[in-house]
């Protein structure tokens, strides 16, 4: 079946605007993880829906992050005002929300600001 | 604070010969652990994974070996293929919580 999808792919923009980044997880997966990857870094951790409800939103770096997820399916992760330092690889990943199940990852929007 | 470490950014074998890739973790309260490749441009896929009931789970030419009292695992890749070459990244998770954290990745070159 079709994996987790991530549009746009490739995303450069001026700092200062906004963002938004789109996620559609796998058909009936409940749960839905935003990390991100900068140049060298391991993967950080952004923000965790179960469902519609975000029970950790503990690793968004500042107020200019906010994420949703609307009918337990496709998620929009968004950065207002955008600056230099969000430049990263943005990774969704999806999963069955249970104990231990593996997360399914889409191939990432890169964000360049420049 | 690190708390999953992958102290080796990167690894070089010879096609055939093994492979070894090591984590290091801090938090105690860790139980289960996830082993996941990533190729350029892509995002990373599953591996193999070990409960810390556990102390060796093999699955083909992977297996992962847990030492809990050193909060040491590792994942061995026997024979290593040109196929192989990727980044690796370690993660951990704890009971209840369904966010795994995840380490920097080692980086793997299998050579012809």
């Known amino acids: 079946g079709a994996g987790v999808s991530q549009s746009p792919s490739n995303k450069v923009t001026e700092k200062g605007k906004d963002v938004e980044l789109r996620c559609d997880p796998i058909?009936?997966?409940?749960?839905l993880y935003w990390y991100r990857q900068s140049l060298g870094q391991g993967l950080e951790f952004l923000i965790y829906f179960q469902g519609n409800s975000a029970p950790d939103k503990s690793g968004l770096p500042s107020d200019r992050f906010s994420a949703e997820r609307t009918g337990g399916s496709v998620s929009t992760l968004t950065i207002q005002r955008t600056q230099q330092e969000d430049s990263a690889v943005y990774l969704c990943?999806?999963?069955?929300?249970?104990?231990?199940?593996?997360?399914?990852f889409g191939n990432g929007t890169r964000l360049t600001v420049t | 604070d690190q708390q999953v470490k992958q102290n080796s950014p990167s690894l070089s074998v010879q096609e055939g010969r093994i492979s070894i890739l090591n984590c290091d973790y801090t938090?105690?309260?860790?139980?289960?652990f996830l082993w996941y490749k990533k190729y350029p441009a892509e995002g990373p896929t599953f591996l193999i994974s070990?409960?810390?009931?556990?102390d060796k789970n093999e699955d083909g030419r992977f297996t992962v070996f847990l030492n809990k009292s050193a909060k040491h695992l590792s994942l061995h890749i026997v024979p290593s293929q040109p196929g192989d070459s990727a980044v690796y990244f370690c993660?951990?998770?704890?009971?209840?919580?369904?966010?795994?954290?995840f380490g920097r990745g080692t980086s793997l070159i299998v050579h012809p």
């Open positions: 070990i409960s810390s009931i556990k």
């Open positions: 990943a999806s999963s069955l929300g249970t104990d231990n199940s593996p997360l399914h």
């Open positions: 993660a951990a998770s704890r009971g209840g919580s369904y966010i795994p954290t």
């Open positions: 938090n105690s309260m860790f139980d289960y």
């Open positions: 058909s009936g997966h409940t749960a």
